[in-house]
């Protein structure tokens, strides 16, 4: 891993890892997985600064991240073996969903797809995954679904190097496997917050 001045005011030499190199698959949680291009010197307002180039090739986007704001920005490496395992083990679990206005549960599961993290992006598929047996979903709720799916196969596809549509049919194959024994959802009972 390579060490980098970390340009920051005060900082007197003090090092920051660089865990990321070019060529790097990398995931940043609002827009998913993306390509390091470089680690570069930018000047900003004055400042130089340290940046992890990475480009988002599916929406022709760069992002430029500092480097001692990586870790906290959320940036990270594709996920390991194991928490590909617990996803995998989340898709197939039973549908897990409260009891409470569609407005609210859907802010949640934004807030879990945003979060780059793919267990609980996974369970976002889970409880919003419909067969054709069951009630059409409103449109929010299949946006919602498409979205949480699409960021999901995005990072199985760069796992696995293959193309996302693929990945997306590995794993609503996955889920539909899960269903053949006509497990019904959990409906839980919303938590009081004071």
Do not use: C
């Not at 993306?34 to 307002?45: E, L, R, S």
């Not at 940046?51 to 920005?73: D, G, H, Y």
């Not at 054709?132 to 699409?150: K, M, N, T």
């Not at 794993?171 to 938590?191: N, W």
């Amino acid at each position: 891993m390579a060490e980098a001045q970390s340009g920051a005011p005060g900082a007197k030499g003090s090092q920051v890892k660089i865990e990321f190199k070019t060529g790097d698959m990398v995931v940043y949680p609002t827009h998913g997985v993306g390509t390091v291009q470089g680690i570069d010197n930018m000047d900003v307002a004055g400042l130089s600064l340290q940046v992890i180039t990475v480009t988002f090739e599916e929406n022709r986007m760069t992002l430029r991240v500092p480097v001692n704001k990586a870790t906290s920005a959320g940036l990270r490496k594709l996920a390991s073996p194991a928490v590909v395992k617990q996803a995998l083990d989340t898709l197939r679990g039973r549908a897990r969903i409260k009891r409470t206005m569609w407005s609210r549960r859907a802010q949640e599961y934004e807030a879990k797809i945003n979060s780059g993290d793919p267990i609980a992006i996974s369970e976002v598929v889970r409880d919003l995954f419909r067969n054709a047996g069951q009630p059409d979903q409103s449109f929010s709720e299949r946006q919602i679904y498409e979205q949480a799916l699409d960021r999901l196969a995005s990072e199985f596809a760069a796992i696995e190097k293959t193309d996302k549509p693929t990945a997306i049919e590995r794993l609503i194959t996955h889920m539909r496997s899960a269903e053949k024994g006509g497990a019904k959802p959990v409906v839980e009972e919303e938590d009081e917050e004071e």
